[in-house]
C-alpha cells in the first residue's frame, strides 16, 4: 500500500531483456535500509525489489517488469533515461499524507493542455471511457504515482476530460516538473470509489 507522496525521482539506467524485463533504477534512497522484496512504486506500479547496490557505490535497485505491465503501462516507460516518481511502500504507524494508492494502473491518460495559474499550473488530462465514471470534482486521483485531487470534470463521448492543479512544490519534488501536452500518465482511481461502483453493479442486478 502507498499514499501517493513521492519520496524520489528515480531514473531508468538499464534495461535488459530477460524472461521479463529487469530494469536498474538508479535512486537516492539508502538501499541498505530496502530488503530484496520489498515493493517500490515506480511512477504509480507496484514492483518488487530483485537486485540492489552494494554499500558505498552509487545507489541503485533493479525490478522485473512483465509484459503485462508494460503492455497497461505510459507508453516508452520502460526505457533508459525515463525519470520514474519512486515510493517506498508505507509501513504502518506512518502518516497517511496523501490517499491510499495500490500501484495497480486503471487505465493511461494524456495530457490535453499545462496552463500555468499564479505560480501553480493546470493540468488537463483525457481519459477513456472506462475511467470516467470513477472521476469526480474533489476527488482523489494518482497520476504516475503522485497523489492528487481532482478539480474540474468534463464528460464527453469518448471519455472524460478532468483537470488537476500542480503546486511548486510537487513540480520540484516529482516528474511534474517537466509535463507537457501530448505527455501519457498512469492513472490508478481512488480505490473507494472501486469498490462503490462494483457494489452498484450488483445493486443493480439484485
Known sequence: MFTGIITDIG????????????????????????????????????????????????AWFAVDVSGETISRTAPDQWVAGRRLNLERALRLGEELGGHIVTGHVDGIGKVESVTEEG??????????????????????ITLDGVSLTVNEVEDGANGVTFGVNIIPHTAAVTSFGSIAAGDPVNIEIDVLARYLQRMEHYRAKA
Open 119 to 140: 505560480g501553480s499550473h493546470r493540468v488537463r488530462i483525457k481519459a477513456g471511457a472506462e475511467i470516467a465514471p470513477f472521476v469526480a470534482p474533489k476527488g482523489s
Open 11 to 58: 531514473t531508468i539506467e538499464r534495461v535488459a531483456a530477460l524472461a521479463d524485463t529487469r530494469v536498474r533504477i538508479s535512486t537516492s534512497y539508502d538501499t541498505a535500509t530496502i530488503d530484496l522484496g520489498a515493493s517500490i512504486a515506480c511512477s504509480g506500479v507496484c514492483l518488487t525489489v530483485i537486485d540492489k547496490s552494494e554499500p558505498g557505490g552509487p
